[in-house]
């Protein structure tokens, strides 16, 4: 059975189509590429999905549940937590307490959440600074940040919207290895990505949208040829 | 919106040493009328106790959970009437009619919070204002019920029998005493809040709001319950007020006045921290009181009974405590935006981080 499955799914904003009946579905496992240029309606697609906004049209199934309805703290006990494109640190607190704030979705206990949190700041390499404020960070500890505290609420799928935005290359690099090594723990992911090269190392299967709706699926080098997908780059070289 | 965070590390969060500060200030607050018996004096120190409490109360949702209400003076009114009436219409004495009151805040601040915490910014703000100026209203024009602006007055505080000791509520030393427990109560029950889950979560709306829901937060719900926390101590206060001052009448619990003082108090001192609140009582209450009463000063013997400065306050100042009030907030809010608390902060890490950069060098204390 499918962990995810999107159905049919649109957002209207006034005349505007963010989403245009969008369908796929995504197995237990995987890396699910996610993929457009600026404005397809990727981040849409997360707040559709994880019930920031509710889809104007359509279902979403996680888990055999419908989301329809939920609201996103729902989404995220279920199992289903994404990351933000704009981060959102909470500047005040520490590094830690950012990340507890996540396990707190799973434990009443402060003591088990900071273990917890220690643990996902381990993962994303940040354990040593857990007591800096979340504001003063520089952009990729902040990137980093965003990825432990969803880690945090134990979720069995991870949205992540564009996390190696702003990095530079040995940053992201980093990046796509933790995303690799959470594959390999089990955890399901769908990826955000501007950066070609990047996502056609770590998806196992790539869906492009192109303004609202979906322009193709299907495996990375199946992507990378397909001149529907090349054209709606405008002739940005794939790969 | 994105200001550089004033310290690059967050202050700690248990320590030993304010735990020894903390119960030294106590001892020492406790044994203080043994020395000074005036009792000008000690009614200074139960409304400062009192300012305490707001501050502490309205910290709860105003500094954790980041929603400002400027309508506190409903639960503080609500506590003051409820202890009030329960007293001379019903006889019930003020510590068992205090529950009574804080039950009913409590149901007002979930009935407010339900309907205002679905919306954003400042909704909030404008709602908690209009509230308590509709329930000053009524208890106005519901005459039968709440003896309108005529008010009530104490008629007389029952014993309070403790085992086989009695206390008699006829002097300011018992005030000062309960003053005392309770904000020491309060300080400790905001404490073990802000130390708990509870706590994260409030910190984490105010932060974030829409980070805080996809963590697995539910602001509305979690915005209502800091509200009603609020709530149940700022009614404790009121009830507490009204017996001490012994008459009140709708304006004077529930105004705005009332209300801004509850920010101030956070404001001045610092918002969101335990010890803001402590600050900024105690930076208020003595100018809010020398405003309003020089000739206090000269109770004290601080200065003489004609001293210009008594004059001239009383001349000029003391009918416009507010605007006072007002260019102290701009002054705090341009000058020292986390208060005087983050003054305090701001000076002690550049003084460690000198001290630090003498011994070895730290560069990331400065990222
Ligand atoms: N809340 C909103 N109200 C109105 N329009 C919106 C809203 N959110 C997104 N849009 C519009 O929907 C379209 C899709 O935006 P979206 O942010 O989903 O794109 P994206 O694929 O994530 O782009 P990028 O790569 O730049 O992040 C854009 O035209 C955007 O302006
Ligand atoms: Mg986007």
Known sequence: ?239 | MDRRPLLSRAPRGFSVLGLVLFVAAIAALAVFPSFVKKPYVLHMGVVLFLAVIQGQAWNVVGGYAGQYSVGHAAFFGIGAYVTMMLLEVNKIAPWVGIWAAIAAAVLVSLVIGSITFRLRGPYFVLASISVAEIIRLATLHFKEFTRGAEGFLVSEIPTLKIGATEIEFFTKRPFYFAALGLAVLTIIANWIVQHSKLGYYFQAIREDQDAAHSLGINPAFYKNVALAISAAFTAAAGGFYAMFVKFIDPNTVFGLDISVQFVLICIIGGIGTILGPVIGAMVLVPLSEILRNPKGLVQLGIVSSDSGFVRFVEANLSNAHMLVYGILVVVVILFAPEGVLGVIRRLASRVRRRASSRGRTEPAATA
């Open chain 1, 1 to 239: 059975m499918a962990i995810l499955d999107i159905k049919h799914v649109s957002k209207f904003f006034g005349g505007l189509a963010a989403n245009s009946d969008v369908s796929f579905s995504m197995e237990q496992g995987m890396i699910m590429g996610l993929i457009g240029p600026n404005g397809a309606g990727k981040t849409t697609l997360f707040n559709c999905i994880t019930g920031y906004y509710p889809p104007s049209k359509g279902e979403v199934t996680f888990k055999g549940t419908r989301l329809n309805g939920l609201q996103p703290d729902q989404v995220c006990r279920l199992g289903m937590v994404r990351t933000w494109q704009k981060v959102r640190p909470l500047a005040k607190l520490s590094v830690v307490d950012n990340v507890m704030v996540g396990a707190l979705a799973r434990t009443s206990s402060l003591k088990i959440a900071r273990e917890l949190a220690m643990e996902q700041l381990k993962v994303v390499r940040m354990d040593h600074k857990p007591d800096f404020l979340a504001g003063g960070l520089p952009i990729g500890e902040r990137k980093k940040l965003e990825v432990a505290r969803a880690l945090a609420t134990k979720p069995e799928l991870l949205l992540l919207d564009e996390v190696m935005g702003g990095l530079n290359p040995a940053e992201s690099e980093e990046i796509i290895q933790l995303i690799l090594e959470l594959k390999k723990r089990g955890l399901t992911q769908m990826v955000i990505e501007h950066d070609m090269k990047a996502i056609m190392r770590i998806s196992d299967r790539i869906v492009v949208l192109n303004s609202g709706e979906k322009l193709a699926e299907g495996g990375p080098r199946e992507i990378a040829d397909n001149p529907d997908v090349i054209a709606a780059y405008l002739g940005e070289r794939v790969e």
